[in-house]
């Protein structure tokens, strides 16, 4: 069984940073993406990044050079470093572990962490 830990959430004013840490433990197979995604109150869960096995990674268009993901540990661990952020971050963020996009139920998932930005 895999289970998904977030950390690293909380409040920062606009323009602040914060990086968010997902640490995966049981069994994580290699040939799965690594991700990030978050849900504003009212919206639908919206993708934010990922990472494959060889370090590839995607962003969301419009989130391009201002969040950054990577990996530790083994692909055991991934990180957001989330920079310049704007109080339209504000949102629960949550990462996946998974093999199609876009992921499902039946694939990965953290319990979340809050991030707000204030303005």
């Known amino acids: 069984q895999v289970q998904l830990v977030e950390s690293g959430g909380g409040l920062v004013q606009t323009g602040g940073s914060l990086r968010l840490s997902c640490v995966a433990s049981?069994?994580?197979?290699?040939?799965?993406?690594r991700g990030w995604f978050r849900q504003a109150p009212g919206k639908e869960r919206e993708f934010v990044a990922r990472?494959?096995?060889?370090?590839?990674?995607n962003y969301a268009d419009s989130l391009k050079g201002r969040f950054t993901i990577t990996t530790s540990n083994a692909n055991r661990e991934w990180y957001l470093q989330m920079n310049s952020l704007k109080p339209e971050d504000t949102a629960v963020y949550y990462c996946?572990?998974?093999?199609?996009?876009?992921?499902?139920?039946?694939?990965?998932w953290g319990q979340g962490t809050q991030v707000t930005v204030s303005s």
């Open positions: 996946s572990l998974y093999s199609t996009f876009p992921p499902g139920a039946a694939d990965y």
């Open positions: 049981g069994r994580t197979y290699s040939r799965l993406f």
């Open positions: 990472i494959d096995w060889s370090g590839t990674t």
